[in-house]
């Protein structure tokens, strides 16, 4: 069964720097994309940032020039830098893959990031 594992978070002043990373586990299948979203008040989600095949990645426009996303060290799983975090960064993090294995697209649990003074 299809596990999407996410670590890091927590809370940080403004400017600081955080790492999250997130990778899909379970079984004998491929990873196509995985991707951050941030889950706001009313529980919408706004694209962070995604990485897919070919190593193509993609970031929100809110986050362009601070977070960068890249390959983990383990396959099937990536890394989020996110830097000079702002108070507006604030929100539960949640990771997406697409997959193989049906139904194709799994979240994980979401990881809360904290941007206060």
């Known amino acids: 069964q299809v596990q999407v594992v996410e670590s890091g978070g927590g809370s940080v002043q403004p400017g600081g720097s955080l790492r999250l990373s997130c990778g899909a586990t379970g079984g004998n299948f491929s990873v196509y994309a995985l991707a951050w979203y941030r889950q706001g008040p009313q529980n919408q989600r706004e694209l962070i940032a995604s990485?897919?095949?070919?190593?193509?990645?993609n970031y929100g426009d809110s986050v362009k020039g601070r977070f960068t996303i890249s390959r983990g060290n383990a396959k099937g799983t990536v890394d989020l830098q996110m830097n000079d975090l702002k108070p507006e960064d604030t929100g539960v993090y949640l990771c997406?893959?697409?997959?193989?294995?049906?139904?194709?697209?799994?979240w994980g649990q979401g990881t809360q990031v904290t941007v206060s003074s």
């Open positions: 990485f897919s095949s070919g190593d193509r990645k």
């Open positions: 997406r893959a697409i997959v193989s294995t049906s139904p194709g697209i799994f």
